[in-house]
């Protein structure tokens, strides 16, 4: 199961995130690791990215994007 397919208001802990480079260094950077709980805030008006909250942090992210980072409840 990845983010993107939380609903909104959901959360679920990070198991793996299957990206590399710079995407995946940004995401590092901005706290948003393995082990994490993270929290579907919300989508955009057809559904092409999601707003996700982990920790302080809120950053809307792209779906291709959003589709590679795994969760779990």
């Not at 609903?7 to 260094?25: D, P, Y």
């Not at 948003?32 to 909250?53: E, N, Y």
């Amino acid at each position: 199961m990845s983010v993107f397919d939380l609903k909104a208001g959901q959360s679920a802990r990070i198991v793996k995130i299957n990206m590399e480079g710079g995407a995946a260094a940004r995401l590092s950077s901005l706290g948003i690791t393995v082990g994490k709980r993270v929290t579907a805030l919300a989508f955009s008006l057809f559904k092409s990215s999601i707003l996700i909250g982990c920790g302080a942090v809120r950053l809307g992210i792209r779906k291709r994007l959003a589709s590679l980072i795994e969760v779990s409840e």
